[in-house]
């Protein structure tokens, strides 16, 4: 065991963030923790690395095991350059080198008992300069270094002329290079472009010590962790599997703690309604059975209704108009800046109800291709032409379509005022405000929050073309599967940037991938373009590989299509079944009630009889009477036995 998490409590004055939260990590381990923003997860890691203090619990690391930290935010600010700044992570191995060079020129000059001296610091020396895999530090430095997104042109600049993310990545490669026993990740891919994260991932997956992330890049998740921590209304649950056993877990555990409370809660008026009835009949044996009944009511453990996750908070996008087929059509497109040419004889089509995930490395000219059909951004040369009755709704990450005096609630009301207050604060909770922050200013907001606010104004937009520039930045697990569900089920056409690759799995049923300056095409999803994407490389016929794919995706069609069709079938006659036995237990209740109620009128006709002045004193006909009427108890009691044996169906 590498470290455990023991009972950890945490508040933050009457706000509870963690209560009771256990857990702990193995050697070469790879774990997530997960969770909606605000529910913890970076609290935990600083109570782990020692930066808050727990309210009760306890956090034990193994002895002699290091650990290394990358948190979220943090003061970045290295005087150096960058290859300089790697290197420095390999200064043991640097001076270990440097030693054994010296001890090399000393053996030649010694003899005897000082040479055998040397020989033993040399071998010592040697061993852990091997173990440190020394003699390959250098290609290990720039290995890392590529894989982050560096190349030999950045090795000499000063780190503090770079940006705020490509410092991240600077402090993200050092943590990496120092190989400690424990690597703790707080969103790590926050400044990486897809095929650095892709690289990370390799990289974590094989590394040989453990590993604990936080994030919110659910494929990146998939592919590295091994166990996952849910941390939900303060509490942590874990789940031995990566992200898609989680999630699928999770749904199935919740979907059973939600079906026992309804069953509860169903069987509690149920039993109520039983109580009622047999009240209302009025006889002392009827009445006993009520009672009865309500003390078994009073001694049921009542379930808690489980919190539910975003599986039950949908958001509905609908065209006003639909479009033409033709929804988007560029040819020969080409843009450069100065001597950086970005493309050139760019063509693609989009057509009226494709969803489009548009990829490729930073830089590549994603953002470019989406301003110049804004009309954000000129083009040197080419066509961009719009469909009939297309409209587009713009998601930009510069949100420059918001207005910064205006309140949150203010900037959604205004622009759809024909919308309720409750479709309004629906909306905008689903992008995580709530209570007073409806009423910030949106100029009072971080970039996340503005982008958060724009993300919520264009779900209520009535476009039928939707262009969306890294809509999921920003946006935890929660708020980005309400996302992925408005867009999956979105009869418009969408056109998106984004490296969530999860995401893009998701919703995303064609891709074009802009790379050396080319676009390519690929008919699927994510992890369809990740099994066709050597083939389409080194493909010399494009319009086989494309038609390749069209084939390949309507046929499945086909099938899902014939599947649907069948079981519709089924379960339509599952139903007229239900129905038919629905109908004759009612039926049977009815009669039964009927009988009871005959039952009941027998025996009271006998106390009248037996109540009589004649039969008074009359010891034979008193004895008949209350024979019959023995007799007909015994037979109620039959009937009150079918009756709510009938009412427990």
């Not at 009457?14 to 923003?37: C, W």
């Not at 309004?424 to 909770?429: D, E, F, H, P, T």
């Not at 037996?610 to 007909?632: D, G, H, V, Y």
Request: aromatic share 8%.
């Amino acid at each position: 065991m590498i470290l455990a998490c023991q009972n950890i409590s945490k508040s933050f004055g009457v706000d509870q963030i963690l209560s009771d939260v256990s857990f702990h990590i193995e050697d070469r381990e790879k774990m997530a923790i997960v969770g909606i923003n605000g529910s913890g997860k970076t609290t935990l890691l600083r109570i782990i690395m020692g930066e808050e203090t727990a309210d009760s619990g306890q956090v034990v690391i193994s002895k002699d095991r290091t650990i290394g930290y990358l948190s979220q935010h943090q003061d970045i600010s290295f005087d150096n350059t960058v290859y300089a700044e790697m290197l420095l992570t390999k200064q043991p191995i640097i001076d270990c080198e440097e030693q054994m060079r010296n001890l090399e020129a000393d053996m030649k000059h010694c003899t005897g008992e000082q040479l055998d001296k040397i020989m033993d610091t040399y071998n010592r020396l040697s061993a852990y300069f091997d173990r440190e895999n020394g003699y390959a530090y250098r290609s290990e430095i720039t290995g890392v270094l590529k894989g982050l997104g560096f190349d030999k042109d950045d090795y000499d600049r000063h780190i503090n002329t770079l940006s705020g993310g490509q410092k991240m990545r600077i402090a993200l490669g050092r943590l990496l290079l120092t190989r400690p026993d424990l690597i703790i990740l707080d969103e790590p891919t926050n400044h990486l472009d897809m095929e650095s994260v892709k690289w990370l991932e390799g990289f974590l997956s094989a590394y040989q010590g453990s590993v604990i992330i936080v994030s919110h890049d659910r494929y990146f998740i998939d592919r590295i962790a091994t166990k996952v921590v849910e941390l939900d209304q303060t509490k942590a649950t874990v789940y031995n599997g990566n992200y898609t056993y989680y999630a699928n877990k999770r749904a199935e555990i919740r979907a059973n703690m939600m079906k026992a409370y309804l069953n509860q809660q169903q069987d509690i008026k149920h039993q109520e309604a039983v109580i009622t009835k047999l009240k209302q009949f009025n006889r002392e044996k009827s009445i006993k059975r009520a009672e009865s009944r309500e003390k078994m009511l009073d001694k049921i453990e009542l379930l808690e209704k489980p919190t539910e996750a975003a599986s039950k908070m949908r958001l509905t996008l609908s065209p006003s108009v639909e479009s033409g087929n033709d929804v988007l059509t560029v040819k020969d497109l080409k843009k450069s800046f100065g001597a950086n040419v970005l493309f050139d004889n760019l063509d693609l089509e989009i057509k009226r109800g494709e969803h489009v995930a548009l990829i490729g490395g930073n830089g590549t000219g994603k953002t470019t291709i989406l301003k110049i059909i804004n009309h954000i951004v000129s083009k040197d040369s080419g066509s961009v032409m719009l469909g009939s009755r297309v409209k587009i709704g713009y998601y930009d990450q510069e949100h420059q379509v918001l207005s910064l005096h205006k309140t949150i609630f203010e900037e959604i009301s205004d622009a759809y005022p024909d919308l309720t207050n409750t479709k309004i604060r629906s909306v905008l909770a689903a992008f995580l405000f709530t209570g007073d922050d409806l009423f910030k200013k949106i100029g009072d907001l971080s970039g996340g929050e503005r982008g958060r606010v724009s993300l919520a104004k264009l779900m209520l937009s009535p476009a039928n073309f939707l262009i969306l520039d890294e809509p999921t930045n920003h946006l935890d697990i929660h708020s980005k599967e309400i996302l992925e569900y408005a867009l999956r089920e979105y009869t418009g056409t969408l056109l998106i940037v984004s490296h969530d690759r999860y995401f893009i799995n998701t919703v995303a049923t064609r891709i074009f991938e802009l790379r050396d300056k080319k676009l390519y095409n690929f008919i699927g999803n994510y992890d369809y373009y990740e099994a066709h994407k050597d083939v389409i490389y080194e493909s010399k016929n494009a319009k086989e590989t494309s038609k390749l794919g069209f084939n390949s995706i309507s046929q499945k069609d086909t099938v899902s299509e014939k599947a649907v069709d069948t079981s519709g079938k089924d379960a339509y006659l599952r139903t007229k079944e239900q129905q038919a036995k629905q109908r004759k237990l009612e039926n049977d209740i009815r009669k039964t009630e009927e009988k009871i109620e005959e039952l009941e009128a027998q025996i009271a006709k006998i106390d009248e009889q037996i109540c009589l002045p004649e039969n008074a004193t009359n010891a034979a006909k008193l004895s008949e009477l209350s024979s019959k009427r023995q007799e007909l108890e015994q037979v109620l009691e039959t009937v009150y036995e079918t009756w709510e044996a009938f009412m427990s169906n």
